[in-house]
């Protein structure tokens, strides 16, 4: 079960890793590919911490759960081109286009 486990969170690095090489030339690759996992060693520190905090000041483990979902919704609506977090809802049209 554990080998199972290890296959679901490290099988998609060498496609990750390799696809990113698409977006970026020869000679920027190394420094991208060291942006984007600097990056996702920062978010896996922040979102256990936050995750944590919320956690252990509140006594409950649902706000914290709560406060990382709400996060993802607003920055998965911000990657499609909507505005939430001002109050009003913007459509760019990068957003109609995809």
Do not use: H, R, W
């Not at 079960?1 to 190394?30: D, H, Q, R, W």
């Not at 759960?65 to 990657?79: D, G, R, T, Y």
Request: glycine share 12%; net charge positive; charged share 5%.
């Amino acid at each position: 079960m554990i080998s199972f486990a290890a296959i679901g969170l490290y099988g998609f690095v060498g496609a990750f890793f390799s696809f990113m090489t698409l977006f970026f030339t020869e000679s920027t690759a190394p420094a991208g590919i060291a942006t984007v996992n600097a990056f996702a060693s920062l978010g896996g520190f922040l979102g256990p911490m936050i995750f944590g905090q919320l956690a252990l000041s509140n006594g409950m483990f649902v706000i914290g759960a709560l406060a990382i979902l709400a996060c993802a919704v607003i920055l998965s609506l911000k990657q499609k081109g909507l505005n939430v977090v001002s109050g009003k809802v913007d459509i760019e049209k990068n957003a109609i286009n995809q």
